[in-house]
């Protein structure tokens, strides 16, 4: 089928769904009550659903009061005896797939189970709508008359029950419907290779005679595949390889500290569009141009609750009850069977017609060593200011305390890669506690005389320090992340020794 037609074929068809899309914008609280029912009756004959008799349940009120709230911790007791072959526990289908997460590089593996209808009516209905939502908002667009470069993770095999684990990214893309896998390169051969390094090769080698249309992947290892590819065809932009290229899509981490990088290397008329996917589910997609902001997905087969985390009390609310920028910990039930689930990501609204949110970090990262309670919205608000001053730009990053003395105070040490660093490391150091005080007023607090805290200190990493850290722990590529902020030492300490 010729690409020209075929993209105005995608085009019309993808665009049927913005009327679905429109009625769940203009009725949230009533398609979030019919999610709910629906999720209570298909489970109401699991074990989990008799014990907390799903039967009886009909209203959000009901549901808050009867089925408690959990975590990871809590709830692998049942995903456990899943992944060893007991069925309809939490969920009424059969689970064969399970994502392996991790959150943070250095935390130990989780593994959350992934149902048919996880995939179908969430994870692959969400794709389609990225780019329903994207063609929508750009008429001239010709993003099928090309392909779209994909930069996932990879897959294993549960070897004791036939079951499958590995990144979310891997399970969908060997699951890929056939449409789908004809607009996508590399293949999947290539796409799910474990080692990063061949698979970076081979990524390279299949897909610079392709017309690439589209990126998608995690920012932190999209920009390392970009750059080598500057590197091998000693160009400059990647339009000057692509040159049908239209847009980046990604997620997984915040996107402003690369920005100007992926501006740099991709060139002012590419456009960003972000994604907020996790291994639990999809949540939120952007659907303006130009915008920071996504709109919540209501019809995946999710039910969204929200935790406030600035009362003394913490109150679980759902849609009806939210309000504006204020921070939420958000808690999901889902098609996969996970009910009232933490899944540690905080984000604020920025509009509730329709409800459209921004992701503001996790529940865990922060830094509280010195009572200072920094939240990594905190910290990269401040850090994006300091590279703009300074006309810096950085590849990444991680924050440890150093903890108090008999003679000294206690501070923040900053490890930063810089792709084009400070002229003046210590005025950065210095632009940089200003714009923390200025961000957060319980680090001012305690920056108050140099009595508790003194002023941050910035090590300056060498050239790809921390994809050598992920190299030597095994985690390259894939959905594996550095840890932003840690409350101890143990990871930069790792990082200090490599330096």
């Given at each position: ?62 549901f ?98 036939n ?46 005679s ?15 595949l ?66 920071n ?14 935790e406030v ?39 604020k ?58 003679k ?10 810089f ?12 632009d940089l ?13 305690k ?47 790792e ?5």
């Amino acid at each position: 089928m010729p690409f020209s037609f075929l993209n105005t074929v995608t085009t019309w068809f993808l665009k049927k769904r913005m009327h679905q899309i429109e009625l769940f914008k203009k009725y949230p609280l009533e398609v979030q009550n019919e999610v709910l029912l629906n999720l209570l009756k298909n489970a109401e004959n699991t074990e989990f659903g008799k014990k907390y008799n799903f039967s009886s349940i009909k209203n959000y009120s009901l549901f808050s009061k009867k089925i408690p709230l959990t975590d990871y911790e809590n709830f692998f007791k049942y995903v456990e005896r899943s992944i060893k072959g007991e069925s309809n526990i939490f969920w009424n289908s059969p689970i064969k797939w399970y994502a392996q997460s991790s959150g943070t590089t250095n935390s130990k593996s989780k593994f959350i189970p992934v149902s048919k209808e996880s995939l179908e009516e969430c994870h692959y209905k969400a794709g389609k709508d990225v780019l329903c939502l994207y063609v929508n908002n750009n008429e001239n667009s010709n993003l099928f008359s090309g392909k779209s470069l994909r930069l996932g993770g990879s897959k294993k095999l549960y070897e004791n029950n036939n079951n499958y684990f590995g990144d979310l990214s891997a399970i969908l893309i060997d699951n890929l419907p056939m449409w789908a896998e004809m607009l996508s390169a590399p293949n999947n051969e290539i796409s799910l290779m474990d080692k990063w390094d061949e698979k970076l090769k081979a990524i390279i080698d299949s897909t610079l005679s392709e017309n690439i249309t589209s990126l998608a992947g995690v920012p932190s290892w999209m920009l390392i595949l970009l750059n080598k590819i500057l590197e091998d065809r000693n160009e400059t932009k990647i339009k000057e390889i692509w040159e049908n290229l239209e847009v980046y899509f990604h997620g997984g981490v915040n996107f402003n500290p690369y920005i100007n990088q992926f501006k740099s290397v991709l060139g002012d008329d590419v456009r960003f569009y972000e994604t907020y996917n996790a291994s639990e589910g999809f949540f939120a997609i952007q659907d303006r141009n130009d915008h920071n902001d996504m709109l919540l997905m209501l019809d995946y087969g999710i039910y969204f609750e929200f935790e406030v985390l600035d009362k003394l009390n913490p109150e679980i609310i759902n849609l009806s009850k939210v309000k504006l920028n204020t921070n939420y910990a958000i808690i999901i039930s889902t098609n996969a069977g996970l009910w009232r689930y933490k899944i540690g990501d905080t984000v604020k609204f920025t509009s509730l017609n329709p409800f459209r949110i921004k992701i503001t970090g996790r529940t865990k990262s922060f830094i509280n060593a010195f009572g200072e309670e920094l939240i990594i919205e905190n910290a990269e608000n401040a850090l994006n200011k300091t590279l703009l001053k300074h006309n810096s730009r950085i590849v990444e990053y991680t924050v440890a305390p150093s903890f108090i003395s008999k003679k000294k105070s206690g501070f923040h040490e900053w490890m930063i890669e810089f792709e084009k660093a400070p002229a003046n490391i210590s005025k950065f150091c210095e632009d940089l506690d200003e714009n923390l005080q200025k961000s957060n007023s319980d680090y001012k607090s305690k920056r108050f005389k140099n009595i508790t805290m003194r002023r941050l200190e910035v090590i300056v990493a060498k050239e790809k320090l921390f994809f050598d850290w992920l190299k030597f722990k095994n985690k390259l590529g894939g959905q594996n992340k550095i840890p932003r902020l840690c409350n101890d030492r143990i990871l930069i300490e790792e990082l200090i020794e490599l330096n």
